[in-house]
């Protein structure tokens, strides 16, 4: 494996509350892009303030970006630290065999959530300032399906699905390379590229699926991911595209 990426930063953490919340207090002190990585979080955390249950052994880290492009723009990375994790959990666990991309920000493994991604703003007012990618992999251990929305795909590890038994550390070295080459494509080629690679890897694509929102509800077929990174679904009152949802198979 070559080195770490020039230009990053990698700060480890033995214990915090967030690490969102530790990029949160860093941000406007770094001058360049930062990994911030903790063995421990106290009070880790999800997809709209869900908790994120983090036991010992499993990873968690935030990326801290400083984007020049707008918000909605610079969101799209949610895609290219996808294809990163898809990319890092291929090499750390030896196969790609079983991994895929769900819609937005989700990693499956045979099926269940070994990963999901969370992206938060810092700044003044709508302006955007830092953008901070949230990651969690379930490496050792994985929460009860008890624990998880009714429908929603049950959450598995790394260890109990591959057998390989993986630092979080050494996930992070994997990780950050993945994710310089795949931010190098998106700086340089645009959303585009990423979009395709991410379609190679997508969960359910072609099939009926559901998309969930706090007020509504639609099903239908998985056709694409559009060049806003909106979900589209071919319903039965035509061709939907929803920006933000949760969804369910």
């Given at each position: 494996m070559d080195g770490w990426p020039a230009g990053y930063g990698r700060r480890?953490?033995?214990?915090?509350?967030?690490t969102l919340n530790e990029a949160a207090r860093l941000a406007p002190s770094l001058s360049g892009p930062e990994w911030i990585l903790a063995h421990e979080q106290t009070a880790p955390r999800g997809r709209r303030g869900r908790a994120w249950k983090n036991p010992l052994g499993n990873f968690a880290a935030t990326l801290v970006l400083r984007p020049a492009e707008?918000?909605?723009?610079?969101?799209?990375?949610?895609?290219v630290t996808a294809l990163a994790l898809f990319d890092a959990l291929a090499a750390v666990s030896g196969r790609a065999q079983g991994l895929a991309l769900k819609w937005p920000n989700d990693v499956l493994l045979n099926g269940g959530k070994v990963s999901g991604i969370l992206l938060e703003s810092a700044g003044q007012g709508t302006a955007m300032s830092h953008l901070l990618i949230g990651i969690g992999v379930n490496l050792v251990d994985a929460p009860p399906?008890?624990?998880?929305?009714?429908?929603?795909?049950?959450?598995?590890?790394?260890?109990?699905?591959?057998?390989?038994?993986?630092?979080?550390?050494?996930?992070?070295d994997h990780l950050a390379i993945a994710y310089d080459?795949?931010?190098?494509?998106?700086?340089?080629?645009?959303?585009?590229?990423?979009?395709?690679?991410?379609?190679?890897?997508a969960a359910r694509l072609g099939e009926v699926i559901t998309a969930?929102?706090?007020?509504?509800?639609?099903s239908g077929t998985f056709q694409t991911?559009?060049?806003?990174?909106?979900?589209v679904l071919k319903t039965a009152r035509g061709v939907v595209a929803i920006p933000a949802a949760d969804v369910f198979f």
């Open positions: 480890i953490l033995q214990s915090v509350d967030s707008p918000p909605q723009v610079a969101a799209l990375r949610s895609f399906a008890s624990d998880v929305e009714a429908g929603a795909v049950r959450p598995v590890s790394l260890l109990s699905e591959t057998g390989a038994q993986v630092e979080s550390e050494t996930l992070l080459r795949h931010e190098r494509d998106f700086t340089t080629y645009g959303f585009g590229p990423i979009r395709t690679a991410w379609l190679d890897r969930r929102t706090a007020t509504s509800e639609t991911v559009d060049d806003a990174g909106n979900l």
